[in-house]
């Protein structure tokens, strides 16, 4: 089946600057890939998504990258804010099969 | 937006008892409906999948008989967790997909304590 890794576990940015988590996946037949931000104790939100027909896509301050050849996918936020800390999650899904298999989460801490 | 209401969100239970989780998709029909398991500070496990009026697919590892899968229609899904244990105690989380729909709407989760 479909293994997602992601990276760092951790990452801790200055307020301004700009963060970049980093997944890699196995099954070259995966076509979705969805990020999510989850605070604690809450439900994972979708920030942004990428379809395997498409190399990049951006909204606002949110990016996101994918490289099909070498299977990774990477989450781009720029001017990051206090807000913008939270836990992150990759997640790929395989053509036919409608599973999300996700990453191990990044949690992001924006320092003021 | 899609919107899917996960009931209860928080749940204390004793040893050998049962609890029902309930997720409802609200403006939608969820032909499809996941069901996760999260660990503090860890990621989403899927434990099964499950489609309206089919018998949930479970993934390796997750015990049937113990965490119960419904889904009788297209706008509800329960998981019950039968004769629970302090292991058990977790948060767990539903996801709704529709068949005209590409994404997948999550329930706000239930965190389960058992004493």
Known sequence: GENVEQHP????????????????????????????KQELGK??????????????????????????TAKHFSLHI??????????????ARTFGNEKLTFGTGTRLTIIP | GAVVSQHPSRVICK????????????DFQATTMFWYRQFPKKSLMLMATSNEGSKATYEQGVEKDKFLINH?????????????????SSFYICSARSGQNYGYTFGSGTRLTVV
């Open chain 1, 9 to 36: 576990s951790t990452l801790s940015v200055q307020e301004g600057d700009s963060a970049v988590i980093k997944c890699t996946y196995s099954d070259s037949a995966s076509n979705y890939f969805p990020w999510y």
């Open chain 1, 43 to 68: 439900r994972p939100q979708l920030i942004i998504d990428i379809r395997s027909n498409v190399g990049e896509k951006k909204d606002q301050r949110i990016a996101v990258t994918l490289n099909k």
């Open chain 1, 78 to 91: 720029t001017e990051t804010q206090p807000e913008d800390s939270a836990v992150y999650f990759c997640a």
């Open chain 2, 15 to 26: 040893s050998g008892t049962s609890v029902k989780i309930e997720c409802r998709s609200l």
């Open chain 2, 72 to 88: 009788a229609s297209l706008t509800l899904s329960t998981l019950t967790v039968t004769s629970a244990h302090p292991e058990d």
